[in-house]
């Protein structure tokens, strides 16, 4: 059941709904009426992109681009007569985000729905969501949902008994990280190896199968039936000027209450992490905290009054990205941590690009060596410049970032400790080796 919030809430309203994924109880409380509306009175598709882009709706997905003209940069269709397709990217695996993922398993209705009404807007015939493998329930629960509103003339041909046709069609990811990205999604979608792809072309001039394509997050197309049923002003008056409406935070790590908590944009951090999260656990000292997945930078604890929002999490140094907060406490050695996390990174890369395969490894054998006591005196400079030679933007795709941001902040934001790491080989006073436990889990598997 998602908790009360002090703020007006309307992304999880019914999540805590008895069957709360079902059709009966979807439509009960509002569902598709949205679509009825843009169906029957008709809008036109340019009104409902105009209404989004109004919104001022920034992508969930990362990268937090306007969702909205993102959609106006599909062809014009007087001009392109090719077959055109949204793809829902529900692969969800950055670490540390697990939002999506209650979209989907409890309100997979509203999913379906924000689909629909985006696919009119693009003038997509048909919607592929992208779900990652792991997530078996979340498959589950959406092709059970798909079913059902194609059972009630919802999906397929003539939808609610207009001349509106579009087709929903699930495909279950393997487990790769790549294959979030959208070029990666696409080639995997067409049941290729989730390579991305060289831009230009971008998506909406050759997306799926070559057709104009546009690629959103489940929780940008999630918003969508609520900003046309209550309007962009509504939707701008929730947030902040350059991050508008309400954002699932998924907070985990080291705190009381991990979870999903729906919230404003441009919240204070520390709300997040004392309030609804119940504070760092075991009443220990916060140390360090990512804003949004493991790809953005770690801030340090005298940052966390910094309001989550776009610009002002830009400021701060790090980047919002899919909103999940990830909170270390004193104990931890945070060059130990960044291992961690340049190990998964490492393993990710699909190695096309010889910054990303190359500086990938070169980024987890450094760290590695620093977190088990062999560091050398300039192993801080040598992680900086090996970071500063990945990003920005160097590459096919923005994997190679992900892996150089949060090193980049670690050596800026934790020089002290990062160095002295290195120099002397030992953990931080007071911290406990968090690799023991990982040694044993490999030595297992
Ligand atoms: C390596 C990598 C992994 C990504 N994984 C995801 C993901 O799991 N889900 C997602 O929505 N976007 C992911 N993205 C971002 C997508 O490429 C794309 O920007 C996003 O799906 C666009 O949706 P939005 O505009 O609605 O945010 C990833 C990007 C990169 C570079
Ligand atoms: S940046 Fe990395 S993951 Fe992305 S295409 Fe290049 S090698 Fe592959």
């Not at 990217?89 to 379906?112: F, I, Y």
Request: proline share 6%; glycine share 12%; net charge negative.
């Amino acid at each position: 059941m998602a908790p009360k919030m002090p703020w007006p809430t309307y992304l999880l309203d019914r999540v805590g709904l008895p069957d709360s994924h079902k059709l009966e109880v979807y439509r009960q409380h509002g569902g598709y009426a949205a679509l009825e509306d843009v169906l029957r009175k008709p809008w036109k598709p340019e009104e409902v992109t105009a209404v989004v882009k109004d919104s001022g709706l920034r992508g969930r997905g990362g990268a937090g681009f306007s969702t909205g003209l993102k959609w106006t940069f599909m062809p014009d269709p007087a001009k392109d007569g090719r077959r055109r397709y949204l793809a829902i990217n529900a692969d969800e695996s950055e670490p540390g985000t697990c939002k999506d993922r209650v979209l989907m398993e409890k309100d997979p209705h509203g999913l379906l729905e924000g689909c629909l009404i985006s696919a009119y807007a693009i003038r997509a015939e048909a919607v592929y969501i992208y779900v990652r493998g792991e997530y078996r329930k979340s498959l589950a629960v959406l092709q059970a949902a798909i079913d059902e509103a194609r059972a009630a003339g919802l999906v397929g041909k003539g939808i609610l008994g207009t001349s509106f046709d579009c087709e929903i069609w699930m495909h279950m990811g393997a487990g790769a990280y790549i294959c979030g990205e959208e070029t990666g999604l696409m080639e995997s979608l067409e049941g290729k190896r989730g390579h991305p792809r060289p831009k230009p072309p971008f998506p909406a001039g050759y997306g799926l199968w070559g057709q104009p394509t546009t690629v959103n997050n489940v929780e940008s197309i999630f918003n969508v039936p609520f900003i046309v049923q209550r309007g962009a002003e509504w939707f701008r008056s929730i947030g902040t000027k350059g991050s508008t409406g309400n954002f699932l935070c998924g907070i985990s790590g080291h705190v009381e209450r991990p979870g999903v908590y729906e919230v404003p944009m441009g919240i204070s951090a520390r709300q997040i992490v004392e309030e609804l999260a119940g504070g760092v656990w075991k009443g220990r000292k916060l140390k360090a905290w990512f804003p949004g997945g493991s790809s953005t930078g770690m801030l340090p604890a005298a940052a966390i009054d910094t309001p989550m929002d776009h610009d002002s999490i830009k400021n701060a140094g790090s980047m919002l990205g899919t909103g999940a907060m990830i909170v270390i406490d004193e104990t931890v050695s945070l060059v130990e941590a960044e291992y961690v996390i340049a190990r998964f990174y490492e393993h990710e890369s699909c190695g096309q690009c010889s910054q990303c395969r190359e500086g990938t490894q070169w980024l987890d054998q450094i760290l590695h060596r620093i977190a088990r006591g062999h560091g050398r005196v300039d192993d801080p400079a040598l992680l900086e410049s090996l970071a500063r030679g990945m990003a920005p933007a160097k590459t096919i795709c923005a994997l190679s970032d992900a892996a150089a941001i949060p090193t980049l902040a670690l050596v800026k934001n934790f020089a002290a400790e990062v160095q002295e790491h290195a120099t002397t080989g030992r953990l931080p006073a007071g911290c406990v080796s968090i690799l023991a436990a990982q040694d044993l889990q490999e030595a297992h598997a």
